[in-house]
Protein backbone atom coordinates (compact mmCIF):
# COMPACT_ATOMS: atom_id res chain seq x y z
CA UNK A 1 0.00 0.00 0.00
CA UNK A 2 1.16 3.67 -1.10
CA UNK A 3 0.67 5.78 2.32
CA UNK A 4 0.26 9.38 0.56
CA UNK A 5 0.07 12.90 2.52
CA UNK A 6 -1.85 15.74 0.87
CA UNK A 7 -0.14 19.54 1.32
CA UNK A 8 -2.31 22.42 0.01
CA UNK A 9 -3.91 25.11 1.03
CA UNK A 10 -7.31 25.05 -0.94
CA UNK A 11 -9.35 22.34 0.59
CA UNK A 12 -11.50 21.66 -2.72
CA UNK A 13 -7.98 20.62 -4.28
CA UNK A 14 -7.32 18.11 -1.57
CA UNK A 15 -11.04 17.08 -1.67
CA UNK A 16 -10.75 16.45 -5.38
CA UNK A 17 -7.57 14.03 -5.08
CA UNK A 18 -8.89 12.29 -2.68
CA UNK A 19 -12.16 11.76 -4.81
CA UNK A 20 -9.29 10.58 -7.83
CA UNK A 21 -7.62 8.34 -5.28
CA UNK A 22 -10.65 6.38 -3.70
CA UNK A 23 -10.87 3.69 -5.79
CA UNK A 24 -7.04 3.77 -7.05
CA UNK A 25 -5.84 0.62 -6.21
CA UNK A 26 -2.48 0.49 -3.68
CA UNK A 27 -2.82 3.90 -2.96
CA UNK A 28 -4.13 5.69 0.33
CA UNK A 29 -4.63 8.95 1.60
CA UNK A 30 -3.54 8.89 5.26
CA UNK A 31 -3.30 12.60 6.05
CA UNK A 32 -3.32 16.12 4.59
CA UNK A 33 -2.81 19.52 5.88
CA UNK A 34 -3.18 23.21 4.15
CA UNK A 35 0.20 24.74 4.48
CA UNK A 36 3.86 23.77 4.83
CA UNK A 37 4.00 24.08 8.46
CA UNK A 38 1.06 21.75 9.26
CA UNK A 39 2.52 19.33 6.59
CA UNK A 40 5.65 18.74 7.91
CA UNK A 41 4.01 18.17 11.38
CA UNK A 42 1.91 16.06 9.61
CA UNK A 43 5.30 14.09 7.87
CA UNK A 44 7.03 14.02 11.52
CA UNK A 45 4.56 11.63 13.27
CA UNK A 46 2.89 9.73 9.84
CA UNK A 47 5.01 7.10 7.91
CA UNK A 48 4.14 8.55 4.43
CA UNK A 49 5.83 7.35 1.44
CA UNK A 50 4.73 10.08 -1.40
CA UNK A 51 3.80 13.76 -0.26
CA UNK A 52 1.51 15.41 -2.93
CA UNK A 53 2.66 18.80 -2.45
CA UNK A 54 1.17 21.92 -3.60
CA UNK A 55 3.89 24.93 -4.55
CA UNK A 56 1.60 28.07 -4.16
CA UNK A 57 0.85 28.21 -0.12
CA UNK A 58 0.42 30.65 2.47
CA UNK A 59 2.75 30.55 5.70
CA UNK A 60 5.33 28.31 4.47
CA UNK A 61 5.25 27.53 0.31
CA UNK A 62 5.88 24.67 -1.69
CA UNK A 63 9.82 25.38 -1.76
CA UNK A 64 10.40 26.20 1.43
CA UNK A 65 8.73 22.69 2.54
CA UNK A 66 10.46 20.07 0.13
CA UNK A 67 13.83 21.99 1.66
CA UNK A 68 13.01 21.46 4.71
CA UNK A 69 11.60 18.22 4.38
CA UNK A 70 14.73 17.41 2.42
CA UNK A 71 16.97 18.97 5.36
CA UNK A 72 15.03 17.04 7.75
CA UNK A 73 15.88 13.83 6.09
CA UNK A 74 12.16 12.44 6.72
CA UNK A 75 11.95 9.24 4.70
CA UNK A 76 9.33 10.52 2.29
CA UNK A 77 9.08 10.81 -1.76
CA UNK A 78 7.96 14.38 -3.04
CA UNK A 79 5.74 14.96 -6.02
CA UNK A 80 5.18 18.93 -7.06
CA UNK A 81 1.29 19.69 -7.43
CA UNK A 82 0.72 22.89 -8.79
CA UNK A 83 -0.92 24.88 -11.90
CA UNK A 84 2.72 27.05 -11.48
CA UNK A 85 4.74 26.25 -15.08
CA UNK A 86 7.05 28.94 -15.08
CA UNK A 87 10.65 27.79 -15.53
CA UNK A 88 11.86 29.43 -12.73
CA UNK A 89 9.30 27.79 -10.24
CA UNK A 90 10.14 24.38 -11.81
CA UNK A 91 13.73 24.86 -11.19
CA UNK A 92 13.57 25.62 -7.94
CA UNK A 93 11.34 22.78 -6.80
CA UNK A 94 13.57 20.38 -8.30
CA UNK A 95 16.53 21.59 -6.96
CA UNK A 96 15.00 21.82 -3.64
CA UNK A 97 14.83 18.29 -4.55
CA UNK A 98 11.45 17.02 -5.29
CA UNK A 99 10.90 13.86 -7.18
CA UNK A 100 8.24 14.29 -9.71
CA UNK A 101 6.46 17.75 -10.94
CA UNK A 102 2.80 17.41 -12.29
CA UNK A 103 0.64 19.99 -13.00
CA UNK A 104 -3.16 20.20 -11.24
CA UNK A 105 -4.86 19.54 -14.59
CA UNK A 106 -3.65 16.48 -15.16
CA UNK A 107 -6.03 13.45 -15.88
CA UNK A 108 -6.47 10.89 -12.92
CA UNK A 109 -4.38 8.21 -15.14
CA UNK A 110 -1.44 10.42 -14.79
CA UNK A 111 -1.85 11.53 -11.15
CA UNK A 112 -1.98 7.39 -10.38
CA UNK A 113 1.29 6.74 -12.79
CA UNK A 114 3.15 9.38 -11.07
CA UNK A 115 2.41 8.39 -8.18
CA UNK A 116 3.50 4.93 -9.10
CA UNK A 117 6.49 5.62 -10.88
CA UNK A 118 7.59 7.74 -8.31
CA UNK A 119 7.07 4.97 -5.18
CA UNK A 120 8.87 2.33 -7.59
CA UNK A 121 12.44 4.98 -6.95
CA UNK A 122 12.23 7.00 -10.15
CA UNK A 123 10.80 10.06 -10.96
CA UNK A 124 8.25 11.85 -12.85
CA UNK A 125 7.56 14.95 -14.59
CA UNK A 126 4.49 15.30 -17.07
CA UNK A 127 5.99 16.05 -20.59
CA UNK A 128 5.09 20.29 -20.36
CA UNK A 129 7.23 20.63 -17.39
CA UNK A 130 10.03 18.34 -18.98
CA UNK A 131 10.04 20.54 -21.91
CA UNK A 132 10.05 24.00 -20.17
CA UNK A 133 13.16 23.08 -18.00
CA UNK A 134 14.89 21.59 -21.40
CA UNK A 135 14.63 24.90 -23.35
CA UNK A 136 15.47 27.22 -20.09
CA UNK A 137 18.71 25.26 -19.60
CA UNK A 138 19.47 25.35 -23.13
CA UNK A 139 20.87 28.81 -22.78
CA UNK A 140 23.17 28.14 -19.74
CA UNK A 141 25.68 25.64 -20.94
CA UNK A 142 28.95 25.23 -18.75
CA UNK A 143 32.02 23.40 -18.49
CA UNK A 144 31.59 21.46 -15.59
CA UNK A 145 31.36 18.05 -17.28
CA UNK A 146 35.13 18.37 -18.50
CA UNK A 147 35.88 18.87 -14.54
CA UNK A 148 34.20 15.57 -13.75
CA UNK A 149 35.42 12.43 -13.70
CA UNK A 150 32.54 9.84 -15.42
CA UNK A 151 33.65 6.75 -16.82
CA UNK A 152 31.70 5.44 -19.67
CA UNK A 153 29.54 3.22 -17.80
CA UNK A 154 28.53 6.03 -15.86
CA UNK A 155 28.34 7.98 -19.03
CA UNK A 156 26.02 4.70 -20.73
CA UNK A 157 23.93 4.52 -17.69
CA UNK A 158 23.40 8.40 -17.67
CA UNK A 159 22.08 8.42 -21.80
CA UNK A 160 19.56 5.73 -20.65
CA UNK A 161 18.46 7.78 -17.63
CA UNK A 162 18.15 10.99 -19.65
CA UNK A 163 16.22 7.91 -22.18
CA UNK A 164 13.65 7.76 -19.59
CA UNK A 165 14.27 4.31 -18.79
CA UNK A 166 13.66 2.80 -15.55
CA UNK A 167 16.38 0.57 -13.39
CA UNK A 168 14.95 -2.33 -14.68
CA UNK A 169 15.12 -1.49 -18.17
CA UNK A 170 19.06 -0.12 -17.97
CA UNK A 171 19.81 -3.44 -16.38
CA UNK A 172 18.25 -5.63 -18.70
CA UNK A 173 20.11 -3.63 -21.65
CA UNK A 174 23.62 -3.50 -20.06
CA UNK A 175 23.48 -6.75 -18.70
CA UNK A 176 24.04 -6.01 -15.41
CA UNK A 177 21.84 -6.31 -12.34
CA UNK A 178 19.49 -3.35 -10.68
CA UNK A 179 21.48 -3.08 -7.31
CA UNK A 180 24.50 -1.90 -9.69
CA UNK A 181 22.47 0.26 -12.01
CA UNK A 182 21.48 1.79 -9.07
CA UNK A 183 25.09 1.98 -7.83
CA UNK A 184 25.91 3.79 -10.28
CA UNK A 185 23.31 6.12 -10.21
CA UNK A 186 24.39 7.44 -6.94
CA UNK A 187 28.00 7.78 -8.30
CA UNK A 188 26.67 10.21 -10.72
CA UNK A 189 24.36 11.79 -8.51
CA UNK A 190 27.48 12.56 -6.07
CA UNK A 191 29.78 13.46 -8.27
CA UNK A 192 27.55 15.53 -9.88
CA UNK A 193 26.08 16.77 -7.21
CA UNK A 194 22.86 15.92 -8.33
CA UNK A 195 20.10 15.59 -5.18
CA UNK A 196 18.12 13.17 -7.99
CA UNK A 197 17.38 12.00 -11.47
CA UNK A 198 16.27 15.42 -12.41
CA UNK A 199 19.16 16.78 -11.43
CA UNK A 200 21.06 14.68 -13.92
CA UNK A 201 19.36 16.00 -16.60
CA UNK A 202 19.81 19.37 -15.60
CA UNK A 203 23.69 18.44 -15.42
CA UNK A 204 23.04 16.94 -19.12
CA UNK A 205 21.65 19.99 -20.62
CA UNK A 206 23.87 22.34 -18.94
CA UNK A 207 26.87 20.99 -20.33
CA UNK A 208 25.40 19.77 -24.05
CA UNK A 209 25.84 16.33 -23.03
CA UNK A 210 23.99 13.65 -25.07
CA UNK A 211 22.27 16.84 -27.53
CA UNK A 212 20.50 14.30 -29.67
CA UNK A 213 18.14 13.95 -26.70
CA UNK A 214 17.41 17.41 -26.26
Known sequence: MINIALIDDHRIVRDGIKLYLSDAEGINVIGEASDG????????????????????????DGITTMKKIAESKIDTKVIALSMLNDSQTVKQMIEAGVHGYILKNCSRNELIKAIQTVYEGDNYYT????????QSLKQ?????????????????ILRLILEEKTNKEIAEELFISP???????????????SK?????VLFAIRNGIFQDLF
Open 37 to 60: IQGFLLLEKEVVDIVLLDVNMKNM
Open 127 to 134: PEITQIVI
Open 140 to 156: KKSSQATEIDITQREME
Open 179 to 193: RTVDAHKRNLLEKTQ
Open 196 to 200: NVAGL
